[in-house]
């Protein structure tokens, strides 16, 4: 048996291998750029044959050297400016949006307070009425109409809780689905 067999018998399952070197992904790509600039200039000043050299190559090197000598595009000034103008004109373009989604949001707050404030003058007009019945009722009718109003208090407070209840478990399900999609999903 070989000492690497060894070695990794005798280590346990639990142990963690030493992470691999880190690999400078800029040389490599610098060396590749050089590789690829100096057989497109062979290729441009006829020096360079595809040919021969494919028969030391497999075949997705072929299509690599094929397509790069032929389509690779060095960035120019021109190109770095029009990107320059693109991502500004989208940076600005993001800020309106943003505004209108803001404009939106704040437009909503403004509904919902309004839709609050005219239930609690409903309230206060139905509660106010109910006072004015329960001076023109005798005893018996009064105290029956307080435990109706008690009762109605205890159904409504009910009703909004399952009503906040399948509202939780309706966002939750949104929330789960956006996650779901969400490439940038986040474990809280």
């Known amino acids: 048996m070989s000492s690497h067999s060894q070695t990794t018998n005798d ?15 800029f040389d490599i790509n610098q060396a590749r750029r050089a590789k690829v600039t100096e057989e497109l ?29 032929e389509f690779l595009e060095w960035p120019t000034i021109e190109g770095l400016e029009a990107f320059a103008e693109k991502k500004i004109e989208y940076g600005e373009m993001m800020e309106v949006h943003v505004a209108d989604l803001q404009t939106v949001i704040q437009e909503q707050f403004v509904i ?12 206060e007009r139905r509660l106010q009425e ?7 009722m005798d005893p018996v009718e009064a105290e029956a109409a307080r435990r109706a109003e008690r ?3 205890f159904r409504v407070q009910r009703e909004y809780e399952a009503r906040l209840a399948e509202l939780d478990v309706e966002f939750a399900c949104i ?14």
Do not use: H, M, N, W
Request: one cysteine or more; proline letters at 10%.
């Open 11 to 25: 280590q346990s399952p639990d142990v963690i291998p030493p992470p691999a070197p880190p690999v400078d992904i």
């Open 41 to 69: 200039e062979a290729r441009r000043s006829g020096t360079l044959s595809v040919f021969p050299k494919c028969l030391e190559l497999d075949f997705c090197e072929i299509l690599t050297y094929t397509f790069l000598a």
């Open 112 to 123: 919902a307070e309004g839709l609050e404030r005219g239930s609690k003058l409903a309230e």
């Open 130 to 136: 109910f006072q004015r019945a329960l001076e023109r």
């Open 151 to 153: 009762e109605r208090a």
């Open 175 to 188: 929330k789960a689905r956006v996650r779901a999609e969400s490439p940038y999903d986040s474990d809280e």
